[in-house]
């Protein structure tokens, strides 16, 4: 990789991992439906000004029942089981939680006919289920109803990711990324915002709150986007979102040095299980060939 690929490769992986500390003080000032329509009107209001001031247009309306689709998915549904599932059962395990995005994406691609799945796929997938089996099975905390909450919603965001990253491939391949961010990050806040009357924002925010918002917005949510759709063109996908590893790898970091979360072991070794899973779906084991997804 040329070194500005490094340099966006590393600000991604601090970026996203450093997200599930924000997302902890957002989701408390915000509740969780303010952190998911809040951040996602942010992150599509900033890429909406960007594109002004650069020149650039985006054009929403042609794109608009996709955009709905992704936004849906991608964004809220996302967002939602990432903001309701945090906070339940710690940043370590969530963050884990998202690295099985790449083995949903496969499932969903071999169904909807986008990728084969070949034996070594397979053994991945089989790998992630009983990593998440160890995962959830024997976990640090006690088992609480909060806890098996906590995982449901982040398997929901999962599979709303994977879902959406399928769908944006099979319609909206080689439209202009910042359209595509853009709009489904308004489409997300647009979507989640009814919900607001029903889990309203507990408390008076803060200043600093609004600034842990804006940071989640503009800079973990927009910017980090553009980033990540400009590596897709220069590195690949498979290389690219290999990126979700190195986050999982700091937002455990960031959860035992920042919040003393711990793991079990059993946990931690699910975890790698996970890992390696999704390294054999995505073929970036050393020694054998990366398969691009079509």
Known sequence: MQPRDIAAYLFLAIAWGFSFLVVLKVVHAFGWVGAVSLRAFIAGG????LAALLGRSLRLRPLLK????????????????????????????????????????????????????????????LLGLLGMVMLVGFPAQAVTEDFIHGCLASLFGCVCAAFGSNYASLHLRGQDPWTVTGGAFLAGGLLTLPLLLIVPVPTLPQASDW???????????????????????????????????????????????????TLSLLQ???????????????????????RLPS
Not at 72 to 88: D, E, H, K, N, W
Not at 282 to 289: D, I, N, S, T, V
Request: proline share 4%; charged share 10%.
């Open 46 to 49: 900033t890429l909406a000004i």
């Open 66 to 125: 996709p955009l709905l689709v992704v936004g849906a998915t991608t964004v809220a549904g996302q967002l939602i089981g990432l903001s309701y599932a945090t906070p339940r059962i710690g940043t370590a395990m969530a963050a884990i939680f998202v690295a099985t995005i790449p083995l949903f994406s496969m499932i969903i691609g071999r169904v909807w006919g986008l990728e084969k799945i070949s034996p070594q796929g397979l053994v991945g997938l």
């Open 268 to 290: 931690a070794a699910g975890g790698l299980v996970i890992l390696l899973g999704c390294l054999l779906v995505l073929g970036l084991l050393p020694g054998r060939k990366r």
């Open 211 to 261: 600034l842990y918002l804006a940071l989640s917005g503009s800079v973990m949510s927009a910017t980090t986007y553009v980033l990540y759709f400009g590596l897709v063109a220069r590195i690949g996908a498979t290389r690219a979102i290999s990126v979700e590893f190195v986050v999982t790898l700091v937002a455990v970091l960031v959860g035992a040095l920042f919040l003393g979360e």
